[in-house]
């Protein structure tokens, strides 16, 4: 420890549990007598406590230790990670979006929520889609829709060239 300062009771207390992985506002409730604090209040002393050089310096130096290291790495496991995220979703001293935020993520871990949507049927192209379409369309109107058909291409022609006339007219941006 720098300049022979030693920790107090309560420093080395907060200096183990945040070594050991817990977080500030976890080891800061634990080590000091926080009854009458909000959790927020306890989140901001626990911040202030770990930037003291001292405590700095202990819980880096336990960090180091081998042995803590190892207790840190089995503590973080996901059954931790939960709860964690249990307690923050049920702390009303938390702000909303963090409350809301850990219950995103608590549902996450559940998979209650996908970001894929499973596709169910065949995979076509527009292409595809197009040319059934067309099909369907000359079989309810009877005839081969060979007509239409140029008049469909004449038109997407049209498209196709007052969208180039307009692309051109258009000034670049910056």
Known sequence: ?????SLT???????ALVAQGA????AYVEAYKSDKMTRNMCCIEGGRV???????EAIASMRSD?????RLRERVTKDW????????ALDEDNPAAVRVRSLELLGRTYAMFTDVQANQGDVRSSHMVKE???ARLRDLLGDDGASQKKEDDAQASQISASRALVNLTEPAEA
């Open 132 to 134: 059934d379409i067309d």
């Open 66 to 70: 081998s042995a803590s290291g190892e």
């Open 81 to 88: 990670v939960t709860r964690q995220l249990q307690i923050h």
């Open 9 to 15: 009771e309560n420093q080395g207390k907060f200096a």
């Open 23 to 26: 977080s500030l506002t976890d």
């Open 50 to 56: 770990a930037k003291i050089a001292h405590v700095a």
């Open 1 to 5: 420890m720098g300049k022979g300062r």
